[in-house]
């Protein structure tokens, strides 16, 4: 029957179109990889002078602090996004062993310390002791909630998929459900979910070297630069770590969102 | 978003001069619309008298809303009107969901629509509004119009806005999908209440639809949109078909020894604690018992709120229920599925041999296949684990005949689900279903998701594979006829009770509860005899769940809930007047 009826104006099942966000966060990948990659090449660009970086070329300068701020967003989004992701996989695996009390009171606190202004730690740290180790644990500290609470509602509305419930409908036992449906649907939004202290570990540093309680001057930081240009009035010296610092950032943010968008139409409805 | 998707347009605006036919508020000649080089609608002629109310019929992307447009002098941005559609008098258009922004309180939104198009200051809008809310039946008390549409019951939305077109009292009302997504009893009640209206009122009424609303019921009139035609409809909403099989003499299969037994299944669950640290708890199923016999269909039949979908997966074990047990082939289920939970024992207590032979159909089939495997992939795991008969190699020859079976191509096996239709994924949970040779289907509205057509050639499909296999088949569904069709027996469930239960026969043609009179009526598209709408699951009146729509309800109602007794040999009501007659107005 369903042959003759006219073509429909608007079909129910179109196929798979890619996700909105998804074209922006390929720029963005492949943004933050040509700074990457431009900051690690950075020192061959330079002549023999380069660890002087006052004298060198600004755009050459601002490439060279692009080691020390992409190395340590990354190291600390890493951090951030394994101990966010691991909170909320930790409480979704307490809800199961002791209750769902547990997981609500996890929960709770996660996104109550996501609504706290976290940045303010990593300044704080970063002048108290000026470890690098210890910056790192801070900002990965302040990312962690936000990506904890992004990955438990993802968590969440995956426990929930009814394809979990077929699964079980078959008679496979509990780790089977988890090792063939659950673990394979759950790595891609919780890498999303992880993706998200990337731009917030990225954020927190340049702010915290900015006010100069960052990462130690050797290293070299876009935030850092900026406020040292501010300081000394320098526009030329100002422009482009600033420039670089809002490129990097918005593809850090642009991957993250690209990440967000994506899985929970996939789940289908809760 | 101070107008909520409601325009009107006063008299001439596509008005030809025609002196002899002034006295038709809609005359459409000829009109053809194209979408592209599309036609959605050719040449078509209709005129409608005041007072007359017509259903216009159709699937997905027919036309229908394009037609409402173009006769509403709002034409679908994109779509080209050729032809005249001439309307004497003030057009009213009531656009699909109502289309009210989400967060402003109702009354204020329904209440400036009203006096942009009279002219009149926000409290006159607001006592007219008021009076068609008396008209669409609205008790005083459930008037919360203050709320934001998003929280209000979507039948206190429709009726607000029924109530708005009756304040305003338009020449030609068009509703798009009127109470769509509504229980049946309760859409089916709103719908001949507007239609009452607009006969009294001189107002000419079109309802446009799907075929499967029901809403030729309540108009003089119906019409199918087909093939960019405008043709006469049957009885039930669809175009008049030759072959129609006969309902009654299909031969169904005389049902042998009971296999799955239910006793005193009950599901609830916990609520947060009371102030005073007392337990409470949401009881949704109350001691349902159930056989199931050798081949039978058993159908399942109640609206929003019936625990329908909630007994279902209590039958299946997924989860087990919280009282009661479920046993198949004489061996208890429920303890087998409640003592293994969290232990790997691969076989316990025979509960995978059971989920071999019971194998659930699910409301959405989509969101039951796993988006991140084939097709083929999750069926082969299924027959891996209940199976384990069958060797590796022979796995694919199966799964393909399981897609077979189900209408499907073979190839099917390949595919993601994420690329699948609504159609085929429906099939393809059949299919899923039919993989370990089940001796069971149970289905929870496994066709919901399907325009009517795809609707009946799954049934077919399903019905088929029941036959050939001698499958006991139990299906869900809030459509009485549909569901009673090719069933055996059918249990009404109403607020997580059963209350009554019968032969498919009798059910259709002569059911004794109030509430299966009223789901059958609205099935067939007369005026369910019920009022007001079913009470939330939090906040249940004592005594019996019906009694504050109930026709025939007497103060005793209120005082036991009535049990579910033996009337006729086989034939179960609960209610303690079914054999009274109704309390006038009650
Ligand atoms: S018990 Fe009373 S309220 Fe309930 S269905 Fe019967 S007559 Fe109506």
Known sequence: MAGIDPQPLSHQALPPTPRPGFARGLSGAAVLAALALASAAAPLMADGATIRRIDADPVVAALLDGRGSLSFALLAGVLGGVIGVGWAVAANLLAGLVGDRVERRMMRGATRLAGLPLALLVPLAGGLSGSVGLLALATAFAAAPAVA???????????????????RAAGLPEHEVLRRHLIPNALRPLLAAGMLALPRALAAESFASLLGLGLPPALGSWGASVGLAARLGDPLALAPPALLLALALWAACAIADAGVAGPASRIGKP | MSDPGLSHHTPGHHTLGHPGLAAAPVDVDALTLMLGDHVLLDRATLRLERGEVLAITGGAGSGKTALLGALAGQPVPGVDVAGTAGVDGR?????????????????????????????????????????????????????????????????????CLFAMAIAIGPALLLADAPCAGLDPTVRLRLLHRLADWARAEGTALILAGRPEDGLAGPADRALSLRRGRLVPSGPDGEPQRDAEPAPPGHPLEVPGTV?????????????????????????????????????????????????????????????????????WMGRDLTAAATTTSGSDDPDPAGLRRARRDLQPLFPDPAASLDPAMTVGAQFAIVLESLRPDIAADRRAHRIAEALEEAGLRAETAARWPTALTAAEAAHVGLARALLSEPRVLIGDEPAATL??????????????????????????????????????????LLMGRV????????????????????????????????????????????GCPLRRRCPKARPFCAQAMPPLEEVAPGHRVACHYWDMPDNGDA
């Not at chain 2, 009076?131 to 939305?157: K, W």
């Not at chain 2, 604690?273 to 949401?282: D, M």
């Not at chain 2, 043609?509 to 079913?534: F, I, W």
Request: glycine share 8%.
């Open chain 1, 149 to 167: 609470t992004l990955a438990h509602a993802e968590l969440d509305a995956l426990m929930r998929a009814e394809f979990l419930t077929a699964a």
């Open chain 2, 451 to 492: 325009s009517a057509d795809e609707r009946a050639g799954f049934l077919d499909t399903l019905l088929a594979a029941r036959d050939r296999r001698h499958l006991s088949l139990i299906l869900a569904t809030e459509r009485m006829e549909e569901g009673l069709r090719d069933a055996h027996r059918g249990l009404v």
């Open chain 2, 259 to 327: 296999r799955l037994r239910a006793h005193g299944v009950g599901v609830s669950y916990p609520l947060a604690p009371a102030p005073n640290g007392e337990r409470r708890q949401l009881t949704v199923l109350h001691a349902v018992d159930l056989d199931l016999r050798n081949g039978e269909t058993l159908a399942l039949l109640g609206e929003t709120g019936s625990a329908k979908a909630t007994l279902v997966r209590a039958l299946l074990c997924l989860p087990p229920p919280t009282t009661g047990l479920v046993a």
């Open chain 2, 91 to 159: 057009r009213l258009l009531i656009a699909q969901g109502g289309r009210l922004a989400p967060r402003r309180p109702l009354a204020l939104q329904v209440a400036e629509v009203v006096g942009h198009h009279l002219g009149v200051d926000l409290r006159a809008a607001l006592r007219r509004v008021a009076d068609g809310l008396d008209r669409m039946g609205v008790p005083p008390a459930a008037r919360r119009f203050d709320l934001p549409p998003e929280q209000l019951p979507d039948s206190l939305r429709w009726a």
């Open chain 2, 499 to 542: 209350v009554e239960s019968a032969d498919a026969a009798t059910l259709r043609t002569a059911p004794l509860h109030p509430y299966s009179r009223a789901m059958l009526a609205a099935a067939r598209g007369d005026r369910p005899d019920l009022a007001g709408d079913a009470p939330s699951a939090l906040n249940q009146p004592a």
